[in-house]
């Protein structure tokens, strides 16, 4: 079966500091792959999302970049955060297999806390 | 513009009782999915249930329904028989099939069942 790995869960960076966050997939080939933050008691923003590797698409400009070096892993990534970075951050992965059911699965998520 | 809008910030209801929650899309791909997720204080994202533009019968899952209105391009969730583990977060995405694959996100419908 597939699953999604997103780590750390919590993380408390100093504003300046780099970051990065990984996410692999498992049990699945060629996912469609996906950052979203969340900030406190809000939506759902698209940062990034992949059709494969090394294909990028951001959603919003940003100091934040993402890559993909390989087919399941997705990395977040920033030379130097904001304290706007603060948020709740998911990776999600789908399939498009048409016009089927094709929903996006959640990792756990990141609680990012910049101070 | 907004491509997903839930104008309801906070909802209540009396346990037992069944419950709408408001979602409207704005997109000019004739294919696309509509989905419906939950998010529990946790912060994990549970898929409840799909629809596809070109479903001709609305969508069922359990106590969850989708009440589609494709003309006015609304997909609205009814949960019926709320139970006091339905209190969360509850989120409306769209998929545009032709324009990249990429999930929007509505701001999300706070849920509190009552006692």
């Known amino acids: 079966s597939q699953t999604i790995h997103q780590w750390p869960a919590t993380l408390v960076q100093p504003v300046g500091s780099p970051l990065s966050l990984e996410c692999t997939v498992e049990g699945t080939s060629n996912p469609n792959l996906y950052w979203y933050r969340q900030a406190a008691g809000r939506g759902l923003q698209l940062l990034f999302y992949s059709v494969g590797i090394g294909q990028i698409s951001s959603e919003v400009p940003q100091n934040l970049s993402a890559s993909r070096p390989q087919d399941r892993q997705f990395i977040l990534s920033s030379k130097k955060l904001l304290l706007s970075d603060s948020g709740f951050y998911l990776c999600?992965?789908?399939?498009?297999?048409?016009?089927?059911?094709?929903?996006?699965?959640f990792g756990q998520g990141t609680r990012l806390t910049v101070v | 513009a907004q491509k997903i809008t839930q104008t309801q910030p906070g909802m209540f209801v009396q346990e037992k009782e069944a419950v709408t929650l408001d979602c409207t899309y704005d997109?000019?791909?004739?294919?696309?999915?509509l989905f419906w997720y939950k998010q529990p204080s946790s912060g994990e994202m549970i898929f409840l249930i799909y629809?596809?533009?070109?479903?001709?019968q609305n969508a069922t899952e359990g106590r969850y329904s989708l009440n589609f209105q494709k003309a006015r391009k609304s997909a609205n969730l009814v949960i019926s028989a709320s139970q006091l583990g339905d209190s969360a977060m509850y989120f409306c995405a769209m998929r545009e099939w032709d324009t990249g694959n990429q999930f929007y996100f509505g701001t999300g419908t706070s849920l509190t069942v009552i006692p």
């Open positions: 629809q596809g533009s070109y479903d001709q």
């Open positions: 999600a992965w789908s399939v498009l297999t048409g016009l089927k059911n094709t929903e996006a699965f």
């Open positions: 997109t000019s791909d004739p294919s696309y999915g």
